[in-house]
C-alpha cells in the first residue's frame, strides 16, 4: 500500500447506506436494560447488560433468519465472556490471571468468529467484556445476575431486531410494496454463518495468543492502569484481511482513540450524573453506528467515550486517569499489533491479501 492510497484510505468516507435503522436499533438496546438498572439501583451490573446489548451488532447484512442466529451466537459468546471475567475477576490478582486466559479465549473466540463468518469480524466485543469484567473486583454471588442480566440484554437485541424487520415489512406493505423484510434470496457465496474460510491454527495463536500475551505482559510492566485495554487494541487490527488494511486500521485506533478521549474529557468534566451518563452511552452508540462501517476514524470520536462512559456508570475513576490509561494502554496495543504484522507477514500469512 503506497503512502497515498494509505491517505486516501484514511480519509475516506464510505456513502450512508441505510445505517440509522441499525443505530436506532443498538440505542434501545443499549438505553433499556441501563435505564431499567438506574432504576433499581443497581448500575453496578450495568456492564453486563451493555455487553449483552451488543449482540444486536452482529449480521446487519443478512436476511433476517441467518441475522438472528448469528446475533444468537455472537450473543452467547457474550454471556461466555461476561462469565469469564467474573470468574477471573474473583482473584486478587486478577490482572495476571487475565492475559493468559485472554489469550486462550481470544484465539478460540477467532476460529469460531472467522469459520462462521461473523460481521463485525473478529473478536472486538468479547475480548473487550471479558477485559472490563475481569478488570473489577468480585464475589461468586456476582455469577447469578451476570449470568441473568446478559442474556436478557441478548434477549431484547435479538427481539429488537425482529420488531424493526417487522415493523419495516409492514411499513412497505402500506405503501402498496410486497418487498418482504427479510430477502428470500440465496445469499452469495461466502456471507452466511458458517461459511468463512479456512486459515491454519498458526494464524490465530501468532495473531491472537501471542500478541494478547505480548500486549498484556508489556501493559502490565509498564504499571499503567487497565491492561485490558492495550489486549483490546492488539486485537483490534487483526481482524483485518492484509497487513495494509491491520496497519491502516491500528493507525485509525490510535489516531481516533486519541481524539475520543479528548471528547470523553470534555464530557466528563461536567461530572454527569447516572442518568446522564447513560443519555451519553445512548448517543454515542448512535454515532458509533453511523460511521464505523464508514470510516473508522471518526467512529473512535463516538467509541471511545461510549467505552469510557459504560466503565464510569458501574465502576466510576478519576476522568484524567480513566483518559490517560485509555491512551498509553491504546499507542501499546496498537504498536504490539503493528510489529506482529510485519515480522510474521511472510510465509504464516501466506493466506491473506494485500
Not at 186 to 213: C, F, N, S
Request: charged residues 10%; proline residues 7%; positive net charge.
Amino acid at each position: 500500500m503506497s503512502g497515498s492510497s494509505f491517505l486516501r484510505d484514511f480519509l475516506h468516507v464510505q456513502p450512508a447506506r441505510g445505517e440509522w435503522t441499525v443505530a436506532a436499533k443498538a440505542a434501545l438496546s443499549a438505553l433499556l436494560p441501563l435505564l431499567a438498572l438506574w432504576a433499581t439501583g443497581r448500575l453496578d451490573w450495568a456492564m453486563y447488560a451493555s455487553f449483552g446489548a451488543m449482540a444486536c451488532l452482529f449480521g446487519r447484512t443478512l436476511p433476517l433468519p441467518q441475522r438472528l442466529r448469528a446475533q444468537g451466537e455472537a450473543g452467547l459468546t457474550l454471556v461466555v465472556a461476561i462469565l469469564l471475567g467474573v470468574t477471573v475477576g474473583l482473584s486478587p490478582v486478577r490482572e495476571l490471571v487475565l492475559i493468559p486466559v485472554a489469550a486462550v479465549f481470544a484465539t478460540g473466540m477467532a476460529v469460531v468468529a472467522h469459520r462462521r463468518n461473523w460481521h463485525p469480524p473478529g473478536v472486538l466485543f468479547q475480548v473487550f467484556a471479558l477485559g472490563a469484567t475481569a478488570s473489577t473486583p468480585h464475589v461468586v454471588a456476582d455469577l447469578l445476575p451476570g449470568a441473568l442480566v446478559s442474556l436478557a440484554a441478548v434477549a431484547l437485541s435479538l427481539t429488537l431486531t425482529y420488531l424493526t424487520s417487522l415493523a419495516r415489512h409492514l411499513w412497505r406493505r402500506r405503501g402498496g410494496r410486497t418487498t418482504p423484510a427479510w430477502p428470500r434470496r440465496t445469499p452469495t457465496p461466502g456471507t452466511l454463518p458458517g461459511d468463512g474460510p479456512e486459515w491454519p491454527l498458526r494464524h490465530y495463536v501468532i495473531r491472537y495468543a501471542a500478541g494478547i500475551a505480548l500486549a498484556g505482559a508489556l501493559a502490565t510492566a509498564v504499571g499503567v492502569g487497565h491492561p485490558y485495554w492495550a489486549i483490546v487494541s492488539v486485537v483490534v487490527p487483526m481482524a483485518a484481511p492484509s497487513a495494509g488494511a491491520r496497519t491502516l486500521r491500528g493507525v485509525q485506533r490510535v489516531v481516533g482513540t486519541l481524539a475520543g478521549v479528548l471528547v470523553t474529557w470534555v464530557l466528563l468534566s461536567f461530572s454527569p450524573s447516572p442518568l446522564a451518563l447513560i443519555l451519553i452511552v445512548t448517543a454515542m452508540q448512535v454515532g458509533a453506528e453511523l460511521f464505523v462501517a464508514r470510516n473508522y476514524t471518526i467512529a473512535l470520536l463516538f467509541i471511545t467515550p461510549l467505552a469510557l462512559c459504560m466503565v464510569q456508570l458501574g465502576h466510576p475513576l478519576p476522568v484524567a486517569q480513566l483518559v490517560s490509561d485509555r491512551a498509553i494502554e491504546t499507542v501499546l496495543g496498537v504498536a504490539v499489533a503493528l510489529v506482529l504484522t510485519l515480522v510474521t507477514r511472510e510465509r504464516r500469512q501466506r493466506g491473506d491479501a494485500d
